[in-house]
Antibody
Framework: EVNLMESGGGLVKPGGSLRVSCAAS????????MTWVRQAPGKGLEWVGR??????????EYAAAVQGRFIISRDDSQNTLYLQMDSLTAADTAVYYC??????????WGRGTLVTVSS | QSALTQPRSVSGSLGQSVTISCTGV?????????VSWYQQHPGRAPKLIIY???QWPSGVPDRFSGSQSGSTAYLTISGLQAEDEADYYC????????FGGGTKVAVV
């Protein structure tokens, strides 16, 4: 059974940085493409970015709203996905979900971790 | 404002069918088949219910069906049940990957 568990969320000041993690199990993580999606309180879903597997050079792509501030990485030896977030603003306050990527869709989802940007 | 437009809400009675539209999807090229739909209940993570326009992930009942006509994708829920009351989002590639704004389905 696929299991994804996000962690590392919390309160951070505007302009600050935070790294959230996603621990994966129940599937071959190293072969999986992964994605991050966020949801601001009371709002809809917003795609954040995606990382491919080693065969695809671990290439990444990002939404315009986070390009240059967020970095997605992975540690295949630890079955863990990361989202490094810098220069955070209130607009980045959201629940951050990790998910597996399958054929242009976010297949299996974690429960999410809440990131709050506030002074 | 999302590049994919969905109605804010739709409603239907138990046993009826409802259809949600998602306007702005690609209608040609390699990305045209990449339309997926998600169900989200309050306080829960989203769940994939349709991918590749009209394919079902394992375990999703065939009461949910997807289709596309031109630049509009559709999600139809047949035989509406109380537990279908939720938010539904489309997702596709339109210059970048993007979700629709979401549609709240009410079972009346």
């Amino acid at each position: 059974e696929v299991n994804l568990m996000e962690s590392g969320g919390g309160l951070v000041k505007p302009g600050g940085s935070l790294r959230v993690s996603c621990a994966a199990s129940g599937f071959t993580f190293s072969a999986a493409w992964m994605t991050w999606v966020r949801q601001a309180p009371g709002k809809g879903l917003e795609w954040v970015g995606r990382i491919k597997d080693k065969n695809e050079g671990w290439s990444t792509e990002y939404a315009a709203a986070v390009q240059g501030r967020f970095i997605i990485s992975r540690d295949d030896s630890q079955n863990t996905l990361y989202l490094q977030m810098d220069s955070l603003t209130a607009a980045d306050t959201a629940v951050y979900y990790c998910a597996t990527w399958k054929s242009g869709s976010a297949d299996n989802w974690g429960r999410g971790t809440l990131v709050t940007v506030s002074s | 404002q999302s590049a994919l437009t969905q109605p804010r809400s739709v409603s239907g009675s138990l046993g009826q069918s409802v259809t949600i539209s998602c306007t702005g999807v690609s209608s040609d090229g390699g990305s045209y088949k990449y339309v997926s739909w998600y169900q989200q209940h309050p306080g829960r993570a989203p769940k994939l219910i349709i991918y590749d326009v009209n394919q079902w992930p394992s375990g999703v009942p065939d009461r949910f069906s997807g289709s596309q006509s031109g630049s509009t994708a559709y999600l139809t829920i047949s035989g509406l049940q109380a537990e279908d009351e939720a938010d539904y989002y489309c997702f596709s590639y339109v210059s970048t990957w993007v979700f629709g704004g979401g549609t709240k389905v009410a079972v009346v």
